[in-house]
């Protein structure tokens, strides 16, 4: 019953928080000096077409009445009409969204892969400090610099994976929209490879902040993990370190590498801008940065509450697993 109380007041903080998050974009988008009917009808258009444009859009009517009709809008899942595309915002994210989350969940997965083995590698080789330097390099070089490096190492001078786009050839229409699975789904391996050989080197670039922040994270709590007292018995049964580390050290050092995970994961957008631009990627941050260099305020306001709703989600799942990983985090 406590947990079932708990999902409602989380729902109701959501739902309140993105309620909050709605009037801030409306605000936005009612008062920056942009028209939308005139981006509508075009620099040129005679005034009077301009006026019932307006009229057509209730851009005339009072505050909260638009207000009203927006936040019903948003409740149907309409994000508006996008003025660079003039197609409805949703149909657009629903075209661009899939090739971000499988570069999103290609990325996230190779970051945790790599935090996890670098993590338990020290665990394993404390007197090896040159891993942590290594780390705080990586975590330090800027994005879009090792994305570049990639490209030009990888793609232009070595040729081992394309540097630009998401297949070649033959496309692939498939139910999830990822191609690299529907490629699976579709018994096409070969096209599921060619998917993937053009994933892999953006998924790197966007995961290796993802690895050096919790890489460090988890390095950190396994070292303290390993000095308490169960491990030290657990090594006294005569277990091996490694066995050591994966049985009693790394469930018992989550809490504090899962809360950096949702951080890493909700700050992956800002990532995302970067690489989609660098690889040709055309995900949702290319979409944002062409409404970006067009004005576009409705696709630019749309996208920026989903990825509100996201960041909220996310913060919700991470205290989850954290309570699940420890037990003596109460729900």
Not at 19 to 35: K, R
Not at 61 to 79: A, C, H, K, M, P
């Amino acid at each position: 019953m406590a947990k079932i109380s708990l999902i409602f007041r989380r729902l109701a903080a959501m739902a309140s928080v993105l309620l909050c998050m709605s009037f801030i974009v409306f605000c936005i988008q009612s008062f920056i000096p942009a028209d939308p009917a005139r981006a509508i009808v075009g620099p040129t258009a005679p005034i009077d077409i301009v006026n019932r444009t307006r009229d057509q859009l209730g851009l005339n009517d009072s505050i909260w009445v638009q207000y009203s009709r927006f936040v019903t809008r948003l409740v149907n899942g309409e994000l508006g009409t996008s003025v660079r595309t003039r197609q409805p915002v949703t149909a657009d994210v629903r075209k661009f969204l899939p090739a971000t989350a499988e570069l999103s969940l290609a990325a996230v997965s190779f970051g945790l892969c790599l935090a996890i083995a670098i993590a338990i590698f020290h665990a394993a080789v404390p007197k090896l400090n040159a891993l942590r330097y290594v780390l705080v390099g990586i975590g330090s070089v800027p994005i879009y610099l090792s994305a570049l490096l990639m490209v030009y190492v990888f793609a232009f001078r070595l040729s081992w994976f394309p540097g630009s786009g998401r297949v070649e050839g033959s496309e692939l229409n498939g139910p999830t929209g990822m191609k690299v699975i529907d490629g699976l789904l579709s018994g096409r391996p070969e096209l599921s490879w060619n998917a993937f050989s053009h994933l892999i080197l953006p998924a790197i670039a966007l995961g290796l902040p993802v690895a050096a922040a919790v890489g460090q994270t988890l390095s950190s709590s396994l070292h303290d993990v390993l000095r308490q007292q169960h491990a030290q018995a657990a090594r006294g049964r005569g277990l091996s370190e490694l066995s050591v580390i994966l049985r009693h050290g790394l469930r018992n050092s989550a809490s504090a590498p899962l809360a950096m995970t949702g951080l890493q994961v909700r700050l992956l957008f800002g990532n995302l801008l970067i690489v989609e631009r660098v690889f040709g990627w055309p995900g949702l941050g290319s979409y944002m940065v062409q409404s970006f260099a067009s004005a576009d305020l409705p696709a630019i306001l749309g996208v920026s509450l989903l990825l509100g709703a996201f960041y909220i989600a996310v913060g919700a799942v991470v205290e989850l697993l954290q309570a699940l990983a420890d037990p003596r985090i109460s729900l």
